[in-house]
């Protein structure tokens, strides 16, 4: 079996999707890029979560070309695949639709950097970009434009969720956490009233402080 270590990982960390409630039934997905053969494991399409195994995680090219798997790859591995070629200091790529990040995008609107938590991840607002179709590379040409000059590793998807990036598969991972848990945050509070944006200058502490220092 090719890359065992790597396919472990991938489905390890798909566990984490449900717990962290970012995902329904079989929707969402994670991938992971070796860094020596640039091959990519991915879910299997329409598995559910509890039924993944290592072995069911599908090995593609850069290309989404399949080299190893008995079962048909997710229908985001176009996506993933060109997010990859255009990006290609990021080893981590999680899609989920969860529940209130994807409600933002349903409108088409970003979430607002409001908490500190958003401008140590986030280091900002996280974008929210255009409509695509899905099957195809036109998601992961959606996601390299709105992320392009960002330095939020996620971003919402107008009417169809989150995309989370990250330099490992683990902190893509995290980033899709950090992007939910602030979007209920964020909507929580609007019920209340208007939250209050940070002010940039302070942002860019937040951000260097918990990227630069923060932890061990």
């Not at 879910?43 to 599908?58: A, C, D, E, R, Y």
């Not at 200091?89 to 970003?110: C, K, N, P, Q, W």
């Not at 598969?169 to 019920?191: G, H, R, S």
């Not at 209340?192 to 918990?210: A, E, H, K, N, Q």
């Amino acid at each position: 079996m090719l890359l065992p270590d790597l396919r472990q990982l991938v489905c390890d960390l798909h566990d984490e999707l449900p717990k962290n409630n970012l995902v329904a039934w079989t929707s969402g997905n994670i991938s992971a890029r070796d860094p020596q053969t640039n091959w990519v494991v991915i879910k299997p399409s329409g598995v559910k979560f509890n039924q993944l195994t290592p072995q069911k995680m599908v090995v593609v090219n850069l290309d989404g070309e399949i080299i190893e798997g008995d079962y048909k790859a997710s229908s985001d591995t176009a996506s993933h695949c060109y997010i990859y070629r255009h990006m290609p200091h990021l080893m981590g790529i999680v899609h989920t639709h969860s529940r209130y990040a994807t409600a933002f995008a349903t409108l088409g609107r970003e979430i607002p950097c409001v908490t500190t938590a958003m401008g140590d991840e986030f280091g900002g607002v996280i974008p929210c970009g255009g409509f695509a179709l899905i099957g195809g590379e036109a998601i992961g040409r959606v996601v390299v434009e709105t992320l392009r000059g960002h330095r939020s590793p996620a971003c919402l998807l107008q009417s169809h969720g989150v995309f989370a990036t990250g330099v490992t598969a683990e902190l893509a991972v995290k980033a899709a956490i950090m992007t939910e848990d602030n979007a209920a945050i964020v909507w929580t509070a609007l019920q209340i009233g208007t939250p209050l944006v940070i002010d940039p200058t302070d942002i860019d502490s937040l951000y260097d402080r918990y990227q630069n220092v923060y932890g061990q």
